[in-house]
T-cell receptor, first 113, second 114 residues
Framework: GNSVTQMEGPVTLSEEAFLTINCTYTATGYPSLFWYVQYPGEGLQLLLK?????DKGSNKGFEATYRKETTSFHLEKGSVQVSDSAVYFC????????????FGGGTRVLVKP | DTAVSQTPKYLVTQMGNDKSIKCEQNLGHDTMYWYKQDSKKFLKIMFSYNNKELIINETVPNRFSPKSPDKAHLNLHINSLELGDSAVYFC?????????????FGSGTRLTVV
């Protein structure tokens, strides 16, 4: 079956530091890949997505590139802010009926001033 | 105007009780979902409905019964609550049941069974 593996957190950074969260996946076919962000006490929000190999998703300074050869979709941001403190989830959808999303375990990021 | 709204936000109840969580979306989406997030933040799909029709039932105990009276609503009823049911339950919706489409999530219902 499908699976998503993320680096375990928490990841603690200082403001303006570079952030990388690793994500690798196992799936049949050619899945679509997503990053979601969950701020404290809130639901998940779609951060970015990529639907085919070599696509780059980007939003709010975050980027991730769909790498089929390494089955990876690592999330990066060049200069984090305190407001980026949240839990980040990598997810995939293989396009099967039901549009089911398979999530990684989430990575908590804490940005300190 | 909230796109996907869930009620209640918090629910504390005793073992053995029956409870319901309601979800409504005003996005005009065809597909709705229930996900369970455990204490370690792990998210797992429970159900998916497309236009009131059940599409996914992910080996959830039959104490959990979803009901979709129309495509804008997907409620979750839980019978005989157990301690292990304590979790955050998220409702979500998407425009359709296929394609590389992300979800819009509600803000969650934190269920605590004591």
């Amino acid at each position: 079956g499908n699976s998503v593996t993320q680096m375990e957190g928490p990841v603690t950074l200082s403001e303006e530091a570079f952030l990388t969260i690793n994500c690798t996946y196992t799936a049949t076919g050619y899945p679509s890949l997503f990053w979601y962000v969950q701020y404290p006490g809130e639901g998940l929000q779609l951060l970015l997505k990529a639907t085919k190999a070599d696509d780059k998703g980007s939003n709010k300074g975050f980027e991730a590139t769909y790498r089929k050869e390494t089955t990876s979709f690592h999330l990066e941001k060049g200069s984090v802010q305190v407001s980026d403190s949240a839990v980040y989830f990598c997810a995939l959808s293989d396009g099967a009926a039901g549009n089911k999303l398979t999530f990684g375990g989430g990575t908590r990021v804490l940005v300190k001033p | 105007d909230t796109a996907v709204s869930q009620t209640p936000k918090y629910l504390v109840t005793q073992m053995g009780n029956d409870k319901s969580i309601k979800c409504e979306q005003n996005l005009g989406h065809d597909t709705m979902y229930w996900y369970k997030q455990d204490s370690k933040k792990f998210l797992k799909i429970m159900f998916s409905y497309n236009n009131k029709e059940l599409i996914i039932n992910e080996t959830v105990p039959n104490r959990f019964s979803p009901k979709s009276p129309d495509k804008a609503h997907l409620n979750l009823h839980i019978n005989s609550l157990e301690l292990g049911d304590s979790a955050v339950y998220f409702c979500a919706s998407s425009p359709s049941v296929t394609g590389p489409i992300g979800y819009t999530f509600g803000s969650g219902t934190r269920l605590t069974v004591v």
